[in-house]
């Protein structure tokens, strides 16, 4: 099945359908329809341009990101960084401690039940 394209005054609902008699009507249709393709390519035409506008935008902020992270010079550890080191390896300290001890309190029991 092969389709034809039609010209807006072949479309359908348009002269096609109007009596011959009403010529005003047919050409008034056809006005419509050819301010509506014009409409509808100018909105088209607006969408692209925004498009356009959003994507450089975007290309923008990627060449800027780039150049950041291939200008940056690698930062000295904040100060925080260290006391936060030492925190944590005098959490792991208490939390070893508490296990030796658990272990010690385990032994006992199991020498408390094995000799009584």
Do not use: F, H, N, Y
Not at 49 to 54: D, F, M, N
Request: proline share 5%; glycine share 4%.
């Amino acid at each position: 099945m092969e389709r034809q394209r039609r010209a807006p005054s072949e479309a359908p609902g348009l002269s096609a359908e109007v009596p011959a008699g009403s010529e005003e009507k047919r050409e008034a249709k056809e006005a419509l329809a050819r301010l509506l393709q014009v409409r509808q390519k100018e909105l088209l035409r607006l969408k692209m341009q925004a498009q356009e506008k959003q994507l450089a935008l975007l290309r923008g902020r990627l060449a800027q990101e780039r150049r950041l992270a291939v200008g940056s010079v690698p930062t000295a550890p904040s100060a925080e960084a260290p006391v936060a080191a030492a925190a944590a390896r005098d959490a792991a300290e208490v939390s070893e401690a508490r296990i030796q001890e658990s272990r010690k309190q385990l032994a006992a029991v199991l020498e408390r039940r094995r000799a009584g």
